[in-house]
């Protein structure tokens, strides 16, 4: 049981059941004999015994009811579930008892959405659209801390609009997320040297480091982007090494709770100073790596007798390195020796991910339609300061989102390496480039070339994958491209022209499985495409020829595959056009099984 449902009456019964179908494990509880229910002798003992057990209880009548009923059990915020009460009629779902840490809010807002009915939300922080601090730690996975004893006194700091300085260290999903949505009493600082205090009440910090104590009122987020290298003789004696560590950390202002890992190479796994370190910082992952997996890692202070002994020039920064995705050491080799021959080494290394530096995202931008982009890769328009998207492919609209400041260029006219020397003129200043390509750029989005550049450089990219053409293809045809026993696969690919095709992918050995079939950039080469298809497929096979798909001046021609090249060329068509072929296209027949009654059980865990 996850979710109770406290029914006062009856006449409600059916507002309770809708719930308990769309929430995962809930048990309905009432005083009366019905089915399906469990029955209770009274309200206050169902909840004496439940309350620790369930992570919510949603009330069903009188607010009053509900009130008196929890009133003589609760504790605190950070331990009771949350509460939910909505009334007989169902018009009104009211988050009643812990609503940002209990999670009452969200189920709320659910319950509110699974009835069609108002939800009320009393916290401020909801109403004004302000962060939700005291959860915020956790959404994002993030350990939180204050300088205050009462956690409550920042948070009604910041809900009340006080002056707050930002400090974002690093640079994850929730600090995008917080820059994104930064309220207007807020000042957002990359460095800590920055800020002056004097100037402020409150300081927020997602951080993974420990700064002096502030006279005002702090709240730290800490991120795990921390990885502990650790290297040392064989069977070292663990005994106080934890706390030599950590002292260590602490007189380096790194913060222990963003320790992600420990990290060492195989010949040290068995080592019990590994199982003590993890133990030591909360149960942390251990790394264990290969010493051809760290042997071309470059340290700042190579052992020769280490590498003697393992062929790595030194273990704990070449592990802690290795475990940061090639992150940079922000705390060297240390040598530790607490008792005779038991020499120990560690380094730390911080997540690459996270450093502010320069960023390439490759966005796909979708089909067309500029809302049909991802919301996360809107986003990262949002926050670009260098656009460079594929202008004979992208409609501009996608680029107008764009911040002020932010430079937008299409690449329509630049070859490979213009566009490089550009990307690695912004990139280098530690700016965010958003490389924007069609559909999805996996498919056929020429980002191989890209890739091995930033490679060689060393420059930190990411990809956000786009809706592919094939996708809105399949919309504009109102097709189901798979047909239950006739057609299950999809092949995306296209004729051969300037650039030849294996062997083993010609089209006409494709065709023998008539499949439904997705053919890109091929308009050109459509003689040979019809030629191709028409060994396998029938002549009356559907085809459709679907120019700029989701665009403004989108056109779809239906027909059949004989007539496919006439198609094409009668029409003018060009190289944003999508040839698609085979029976799905408007199939109406052979229904699927997967709404049947016997499927039912799928669709509830």
Partial sequence: MKNAIILTSESSLQIARTIQNELDKTVIFTKADIEGTIQISSINSCISDILDEVKSIIFIGAMGICVRSIAPYIKDKHTDPAIVNIDSTGKYVISVLSGHVGGANNLTQRIAHILGAEAILTTQSDNTNLWALDILGEKYGWTT??????????????????????????????????????????????????????????????????????????????????????????????????????????????????????????????EPLLKVLQSHFMSIPVNIYTANELKDIEVANPSEKVEEVTTVAGVAESSAIKSA?????????????????????FAIAIDRKVIRQGHIEIVGAGPGDPDLISVKGRHFLEAADLILYAGSLVPV?????????????????????????????????????????????????????????FDKYNMSYHITPGISSFLAAAAALESQFTIPEKVQTIILTRGEGR???????????????????????????????????????????????????????????????????????????????????????????????????????????
């Fill in 145 to 270: 801390t204050s300088n205050t004893a009462n956690f409550n006194e920042p948070l009604t700091t910041f809900v009340n609009k006080k002056t707050t300085a930002l400090l974002l260290d690093i640079n994850d999903e929730g600090t995008q997320y917080l820059e994104r949505t930064i309220p207007e009493h807020v000042k957002v600082y990359y460095s800590y040297k920055d800020i002056n205090l004097s100037e402020y009440k409150l300081l927020i910090a997602v951080t993974p480091y420990r700064y002096p104590l502030t006279d005002i009122q702090t709240i730290y987020y800490h991120p795990k982007v921390l990885h502990l290298g650790v290297g040392c003789r064989k069977e070292c004696k663990p005994d106080g090494i934890s706390e030599y560590i950590t002292e260590a950390l602490n007189n380096n202002n790194m913060a222990i709770a963003s320790i992600k890992d420990v990290s060492s190479i195989d010949i040290k796994k068995d």
């Fill in 325 to 345: 995705g090639g992150g940079f050491l922000i705390l060297e080799k240390q040598k530790g020796k607490l008792s005779d021959g038991n020499d120990f080494t």
């Fill in 397 to 453: 609209e996608l680029t107008f989102c764009a911040k002020q400041g932010a430079t937008v260029r299409s690449s329509a006219s630049m070859d490979l390496e213009e566009q490089f020397e550009i990307m690695k003129e912004f990139y280098d200043k530690g700016k965010l480039v958003v490389r924007l390509h069609t559909g999805d750029p996996c498919i056929y989005g020429a980002i191989q070339e890209q890739m091995a550049f």
């Fill in 499 to 605: 650039t030849p095709m294996p062997e083993k992918e010609k089209l006409h050995l494709l065709a023998r499985s008539q499949s439904t079939m997705c053919i890109f950039l091929s308009a050109s080469v459509v003689d040979q495409v019809q030629q191709e298809l028409m060994e396998h497929y029938p002549p009356e096979t559907p085809v459709a020829a679907c120019y700029k798909l989701t665009w403004k001046d989108e056109k779809i021609y239906r027909g059949e595959l004989k007539y496919l090249a006439k198609i094409v060329k009668e029409n003018k068509l060009t190289l944003t056009t999508m040839i698609v072929v085979g029976e799905a296209i408007g199939n109406r027949q052979g229904l699927s099984k997967l709404y049947s009654h016997q499927f039912k059980h799928l669709f509830r865990s």
